[in-house]
């Protein structure tokens, strides 16, 4: 056994004794989260878990990286770009962790090959509510719990050690910005991309329901130039500047942190004065998420919404919707919701996309929409109004919604969609007393 793994087996073993020692209702004790929804319900042991951050190992020639469940992707980049590759799918917020992105369903541009991250998944060793560590794969014993712990979130069992699949890299990324005035051609141009197959990482943009953009990124060894959006200039910006740009690998896994996507605006940091003031090492999703939080404890935004007679609702939601329905989503979306820009990315779920009991899905090409706002009306409305309208139009399509922010389903909708009868009998087998909270009560009860 590695020194690495050592280390970790001594971690493990302390974990579980202290989930066994003590009695009650636990909760993940990390520093970081990017979970987006307020927490009501009863107080819980925290079990704390931060020290379970290490990579413990990445082999370029078998194409694995094996870390620890809280190891940030910051630090799994970190780790594997020096070695020629990166992991297969690497969501674009540099905090979010290998366990999180896995039993929260991370996505990103190469997920038009790789799939969703639990897709790129080879092992997991979980520890379950009643204290057992667990390793399971696709095909030993234990592979319902693999295929039952995406989109899980914690209430099945924590991922301590995660092994998943890598793809080489270069050193840079051509990226072709293509624009398109309408849903339907942009739609149509994405499947003849996807069925070229030749982009090594794909997604879009939709300014406004005429104004939209696919990007395709390309490995390459040379560039003629770089671009730098890590301090003044900002990238989605320049997706409707600029027709072709080149960024450092490292840049372009991590285009979309510096701004939260476009999200910075919210904390003005796309003022030129105020983005000084931030300064180049503070523009990122970790002071964002750290502001946001502080807002929604003090209620600030709240506050001031109130003053000006407005109702507010918080819309922040990635939602898959089959391709072949996708233009159909943006009429919706463009009429009910109106929330620019919005993100597009496509995913083509893998073989065995079927057997993920929580979060099933078809062997089609999906598109991820994902938007992240709040809606002001002048009239109130029933408490998530929008959410709502948004929840019954992708299972209309035939698609199906991310579940860490607001979700509004009732409770038979809920299991209906996401795995009920089989996630009941693993919880029984797995937590039989409950130390983890119901899928049900922590997504739509927010307990
Ligand atoms: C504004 C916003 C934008 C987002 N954009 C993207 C995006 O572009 N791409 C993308 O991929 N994802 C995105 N996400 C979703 C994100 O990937 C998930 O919320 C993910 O679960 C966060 O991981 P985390 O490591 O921060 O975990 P946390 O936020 O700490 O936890 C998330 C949930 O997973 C559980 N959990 C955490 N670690 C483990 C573990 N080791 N084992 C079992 N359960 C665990 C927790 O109990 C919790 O319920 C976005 C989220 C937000 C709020």
Known sequence: MSAAL????ARRERLATRLREGGGPVALGKETSNLFRDRAGPARRR????????????????????AEGMASYETLVAACLPQGVMPAVVPQLKTIT?????????????????????????????????????????????????????????????ALRVAARTAPVKRYVQLEHRAFGR???CFAALEAIL??????????????PNRMFLTLGRFVDQAPFTSDYRYLDIYYR?????REDFLSAHDFIWRWDTDWFWCSKNLLAQNPLVRRLYGRARLNSRTYTRIMRWNARVGLTHWLDRLQGLHGESVI????????RAAEFLAFFAREIGIWPTWLCPILPQEDAGRFALYPMRREPYVNFGFWDVIRTRKGHEPGHFNRLIETKVSELGGIKSLYSDSYYGREEFERIYGGDTYRALKEKYDPSGAFPELYDKCVLNH
Request: aromatic letters at 6%; a negative charge; charged letters at 25%.
């Open 183 to 185: 849903g339907e051609d």
């Open 238 to 242: 320049s997706i409707a500047e600029k």
């Open 317 to 324: 939601q990635d939602v898959d919707v089959p391709l072949s």
């Open 195 to 208: 069925r070229a197959g030749e982009a090594d990482f794909v997604d879009g943009t939709v300014f406004a």
């Open 98 to 158: 290998l366990g999180g992105a896995v039993a929260g369903v991370g996505i990103e541009a190469s997920s038009h090959r790789h799939g969703l991250v639990h897709e790129s998944v080879l092992e997991l060793e979980v520890l379950t509510g009643d204290g057992r560590i667990l390793v399971c794969t696709p095909h030993n014993e234990h592979a319902d719990l693999f295929y039952a712990l995406p989109n899980s979130y914690g209430t099945l069992g924590y």
């Open 6 to 9: 050592e280390r970790h087996a």
């Open 47 to 66: 079990l704390d878990v931060r020290e379970f951050r290490e990579v413990l190992r990445v082999d370029p020639a078998a194409g694995v990286i094996e």
